[in-house]
């Protein structure tokens, strides 16, 4: 038998209400815009680099409540340039020794963490020491201990922390959800759920265990392993993995694809796969009683197709993720709300990937009791 499945109605409740307690599936739906604010929260983007050029700093142009107010950088060539493209004063402009004195500085709220992996916990726990609250990049960091520090941290400084799930802010993952909780196809009995691509630089810290905390299971495998706990509603009960490397000496320390089974309380299973080593990979397909809902492709910043079987989904217009997650971190902050993705909820992913290489490396089943 399947645990409590949310009926509409507790659906559309839960959403607004959402608290970090609950089951994230149930909180993962748009939060309704409130008027702006007299005053747009300040975010300082720390680690400006390929996400922060590309997507960040353009998406907080197009949010309603935030703006790009600092910039935290161990480049002084790139402070420049940043400086003069966003109008950012001096007074704005950290590395990341000098991050604790951003507690003096009114103008900076949030400190969007987007640096590798492996340093998501120091900038976090600097950030939250200077009494700003933290958006930090999937995934959270490199091992449940580390999530659990900036955890602590964040409460202990009284401050908010959110993990960069920017797919809980994208229409067509929440209407998927729908579809799940909704039971409109009928019970979800499996889901099949793969992301990945094939890495080019072998030097890029992506590859270096220390800094990214694994291979593709870190970077792209976490997409899939989210789908699979949101469209199932559940924690899986236990994993089984198995993973290969090809080319030993561009991925030294890391795996160069991994693919994992779990099973979840209610019965359903859930069949995943992630890689760097190929293109193409790069879909979710729920398989239900009386048909199936998919999305592909489903884990980019835009162009996201679904499909059913029944032939009945509905398109929606073109979003900007980046913008809503941040807008809704915004409104946590300003209306005293609890974030859709909590530090917990980055936590529950590191321990689930932490038994994941278990798994792999012993060719066991490994059970979360
Ligand atoms: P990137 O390599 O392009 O940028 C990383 C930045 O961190 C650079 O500016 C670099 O100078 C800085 N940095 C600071 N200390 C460093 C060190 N010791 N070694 C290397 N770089 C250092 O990486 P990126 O693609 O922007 O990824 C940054 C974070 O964002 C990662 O956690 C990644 O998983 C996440 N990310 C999320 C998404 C998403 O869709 N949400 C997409 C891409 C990346």
Redesign the pocket.
């Known amino acids: 038998m399947k645990t409590h499945i949310q009926t509409r109605r507790e659906f559309l409740r839960t959403s607004t209400l959402a608290a970090a307690s609950l089951p994230f599936v149930s909180a993962m739906s748009a939060r309704a815009q409130t008027a702006a604010p007299a005053k747009k929260l300040g975010f300082a983007l720390?680690?400006?680099?390929?996400?922060?050029?590309?997507?960040i700093a353009p998406a907080l142009q197009k949010t309603n409540f935030c703006r790009l107010a600092g910039i935290i950088?161990?480049?002084p060539a790139?402070a420049a340039q940043w400086k003069a493209q966003y109008n950012i004063p001096d007074k704005n402009i950290y590395d990341?020794d000098s991050m604790e004195k951003m507690a003096d500085n009114p103008d900076i709220d949030v400190v969007y963490?987007?640096?590798?992996?492996?340093?998501?916990a120091d900038h976090t726990i600097k950030a939250a020491r200077a009494g700003k609250h933290v958006l930090?990049?999937?995934?959270m960091e490199v091992s449940p201990e580390r999530c659990q520090q900036m955890i602590d941290a964040c409460r202990a400084a009284n401050r908010l922390l959110a993990v960069?799930?920017?797919l809980h802010f994208d229409p067509n993952h929440l209407e998927c959800v729908r579809l799940a909780r909704e039971k409109v196809l009928g019970s979800v009995n499996l889901i099949e759920a793969e992301y990945g691509f094939r890495i080019g630089d072998p030097t890029?810290?992506?590859l270096?265990r220390a800094?990214?905390g694994g291979g593709p299971l870190?970077?792209v495998g976490i997409?899939a392993l989210q789908a699979a706990r949101y469209l199932s509603g559940e924690e899986p009960v236990s994993v089984s993995a198995v993973a290969t490397n090809n080319d030993p000496a561009k991925f030294k320390d890391i795996e160069e694809s991994i693919s994992w089974q779990l099973k979840f309380p209610g019965g359903a299973l859930a069949s995943c796969n992630c890689t760097y080593n190929f293109n193409g990979l790069d879909r979710f397909r729920a398989f239900a009683d009386r048909g199936w809902f998919e999305m592909a492709p489903a884990?980019g910043?835009g162009g996201l197709q679904g499909r059913r079987s029944d032939g009945k989904w509905a398109a929606f217009p073109p979003m900007d993720?980046?913008a809503a997650e941040m807008d809704d971190f915004a409104q946590c902050i300003l209306n005293g709300q609890p974030t859709k993705v909590p530090g917990e909820e980055g936590l529950r992913d590191l321990k689930i990937m932490m038994a994941i290489y278990e798994a792999a490396r012993t060719g066991k089943t490994i059970s979360f009791t």
């Open positions: 720390a680690g400006l680099g390929s996400l922060s050029t590309h997507q950088t161990g480049h790139k990341y963490v987007v640096t590798p992996n492996g340093l998501h930090c990049e999937k995934p960069g799930y920017r890029q810290w992506r270096n800094l990214s870190m970077d997409y884990y910043y993720q980046f």
